[in-house]
């Protein structure tokens, strides 16, 4: 549901954002734009111009007249991959026993307020804006044959628009992204079977669910990038997946005065700290039986930061064996950037537990910087922690795979030695499908229309054989309609892509120099092995960047590089 929300605020912010993005690259042109990241429009939260407020209004006017085809795709959406999302988190005993006989998604557009524009010191220009939602919808659930119902669902965040990399000539942006910098606030009515707290398994796994995916497809490091001229430079897969500004170190130290979740014959708690900065969820080691506990030295993470903006929480729980950690102190909603300073820092937060206090929580921080060059000597300060580099895995498509596989597919990057393993997302179609020019479909027709094989026509004209098929069925919109999507099919299959980076911090210990490597393998959507992993020394990697047409065991190449970014102390 976020992914479609966010899918609606491109072509909103896109058409909206035009005028005050022009009026920036004025002001930069002119000389009358202050140094980077100045911001070019207050927030409306303090007094905002007349013009933001219009802004505004563009944005939720045209959002009204896109809500009903949006709907449409929420639906599909809902049915191809929320609800099977759900039935794949349910517990085993409940598998196959959820249904959605009714499915209504309202008719409440997102509203929006406090726009913001802003030039960035790398000549992007980012629009923020606020997104609220009070759906009036109404989804039927029955569980076990018993009818549970879904009325009201609230969305807030923090969405972002930014334009980039900087062109000299229309459009003037090579892309646009859109994300939230951190998760963006849901709640939702339950209704029946005792307002749903008869079933609290199921009532966390649909709100868990809907959180997941829209984590899953908006919030950063993922995004929505559209490239606004397919004809130049820019790369779908850097645009989509922009390396983070640095890493964020922190250490859990010391807790005081914690609640007491257990009570015998004395009170006590068995705590632990849980922090998540976007996607990223770290979880130290359990102190037993103290208020005041006390955390060893290697209760330590470093957190990816895309994103000067972003935000961390915080929460304590205590450990229970035989049922659910109960939370027992929490503070939300952490600027990350007094935090991002060369030197450790040492600060306190105050927790609070249902609106009252709930002892202090003292954690030390540090901030380091990434390079692409390897340095002489890893610093102490780097050599301290659990990370001293990044990996980078840029996984861009295949190539020729039989059409014997069934899309999609995912690539599986695992590092030996560290037991490190990440998961793309499932593959895509080409984006190349594209209606062959005029006049060459016109030369195509006439020679198949002279009974010339195709193979021949290809020859001729100089396209690819899917692209004959396709010139062919231009003039009837049917059957142009019905050889594109056969195209789409045979290319997912065959050329599936992926345009995809992900990234995974690593130790650089003389274990890792000496024996680390990096395996890629394949899989097709049932989690079958479809072809021996290819590997890759990380000290090759680490030497220079990797970059192939890797060949697969079961036929097909893989395009991916890989290279590493090192930690290095902030200038």
């Known amino acids: 549901m976020g992914q479609c929300v966010s899918i609606a605020t491109i072509f909103s912010c896109g058409f909206g954002v035009g005028g005050l993005a022009l009026k920036a690259l004025q002001n930069r042109a002119s000389g009358s734009g202050d140094s980077a990241d100045t911001e070019l429009r207050a927030s409306s939260s303090s007094s905002a111009p007349q013009d933001v407020d219009e802004e505004c209004k563009w944005l939720h006017n045209l959002l009204n007249i896109l809500w009903p085809r949006i709907n449409k795709f929420l639906q599909v959406m809902v049915q191809e991959q929320i609800i099977p999302e759900i039935d794949r988190a349910l517990p085993k005993m409940l598998k196959g026993s959820v249904k959605f006989p009714k499915i209504f998604l309202g008719r ?159 009170p006590s708690s068995d705590p632990f700290v849980v922090i998540e900065v976007g996607q990223q969820r770290w979880q130290s080691s359990v102190v037993e039986k103290s208020l005041n506990p006390v955390w060893e030295h290697g209760n330590v993470q470093d957190f990816l930061v895309y994103d000067r903006g972003q935000k961390a929480n915080i929460h304590v729980y205590d450990k229970d064996t035989y049922s659910r950690d109960d939370l027992i102190g929490s503070v939300s909603r952490i600027d990350l950037e007094p935090l991002m300073l060369r030197k450790p820092c040492d600060t306190d937060f105050s927790l609070s537990l249902e609106g009252r206090p709930a002892g202090t929580l003292q954690i030390s921080s540090r901030w380091f910087e990434l390079s692409p060059s390897a340095p002489p000597d890893i610093p102490a300060a780097v050599a301290r922690g659990p990370s001293q580099l990044v990996l980078a895995v840029k996984l861009l498509g295949i190539t020729d795979l039989p059409k014997s596989y069934k899309p999609p597919f995912v690539v599986q990057v695992e590092v030996s ?9 499932k593959s895509l179609p080409p984006s190349n499908i594209k209606p062959v020019a005029v006049e060459v479909a016109d030369i195509a027709r006439r020679l198949h229309r002279a009974h010339n094989p195709i193979n021949q026509i290809s020859e001729v004209t100089g396209l690819e054989l899917r692209a004959v098929s396709l010139a062919i069925a231009q003039d009837s919109p049917q059957s142009y309609a019905r050889a594109k999507e056969e195209a789409v099919a045979e290319l997912s299959a065959t050329h599936p892509a992926f345009n995809q980076i992900l990234r995974l911090p690593l130790p650089w210990t003389s274990e890792v120099v000496n024996s680390a490597t990096v395996s890629l393998s394949l899989s097709d959507r049932t989690d079958r092995r479809l072809a021996k992993a290819v590997v890759v020394r990380l000290a090759d990697v680490a030497a220079a960047e990797v970059e192939g047409g890797f060949a697969l065991s079961c036929g097909g190449t893989l395009q991916a590089k890989l290279s590493i970014a090192w930690m290095a102390l902030p200038n």
């Open 108 to 266: 409440a557009v997102p509203s929006f307020r406090n726009i913001r524009l802003k030039e960035r010191d790398d000549q992007a220009i980012v629009l923020q804006v606020s997104i609220e939602m009070a759906s009036d919808m109404d989804v039927e659930i029955q569980a076990l044959r018993v009818p549970v119902g879904m009325k009201r669902l609230q969305f807030s965040g923090e969405l972002n628009v930014v334009f980039h990399p900087e062109k000299s000539a229309p459009p003037f942006f090579g892309g646009v992204t859109v994300f939230f910098i951190d998760p963006p606030r849901l709640d939702m009515d339950f209704t029946g079977a005792a307002d749903f707290v008869d079933m609290p398994v199921l009532r966390n796994v649909v709100r868990s669910t809907i959180l997941h995916a829209v984590s899953g497809a908006v919030v950063l490091p993922a995004r929505i990038a559209v490239d606004l001229n397919e004809d130049d430079d820019t790369d779908q897969a850097d645009l989509s997946f922009p390396p983070p500004v640095g890493i964020l170190r922190i250490l859990v130290r010391k807790g005081t005065d914690l609640v007491a979740a257990d009570f015998g014959l004395r």
């Open 417 to 425: 030695t560290v037991n490190a393993v990440l998961t793309s997302r």
